[in-house]
């Protein structure tokens, strides 16, 4: 059984950091590009970082240079070291497997952890 588990979410303020992690499981760590994406009330859900298998990443302009995104293959686990925080950045964070490398929302992201809350206050 497939199942993405977020954690480590949390309430900081602005210029603080965070951790993000994803456990994987179900046989989908090595098949799937791994990404991030995060939906803000009120917007749609967009891509934050995804990763290859060879820990290649991609991330969106707003959050290069500020977010991380890495992998622990001993553990099947994703990470996303968020540093330099912003208010624009409170989001419900979410993991996510797909079968095409892209930020973009599309119908090849076959699955999706329940996500995380990330809030940061000014």
């Known amino acids: 059984q497939v199942q993405l588990v977020e954690s480590g979410g949390d309430s900081v303020q602005a210029g603080g950091s965070l951790r993000l992690s994803c456990a994987v499981s179900?046989?989908?760590?090595?098949?799937?590009?791994m990404g991030w994406f995060r939906e803000a009330p009120g917007k749609e859900r967009e891509g934050v970082a995804v990763i290859e298998s060879d820990g290649s990443t991609l991330y969106a302009e707003s959050v290069k240079g500020r977010f991380t995104m890495s992998r622990d293959n001993a553990k099947n686990t994703l990470y996303l070291v968020m540093n330099s925080l912003k208010p624009e950045d409170t989001a419900m964070y979410y993991c996510?497997?797909?079968?095409?490398?892209?930020?973009?929302?599309?119908?090849?992201?076959?699955?999706w952890g329940q996500g995380t809350q990330v809030t940061v206050s000014s």
């Open positions: 996510a497997a797909r079968r095409i490398l892209g930020l973009w929302l599309g119908p090849d992201i076959a699955y």
């Open positions: 179900g046989n989908i760590y090595w098949s799937y590009y």
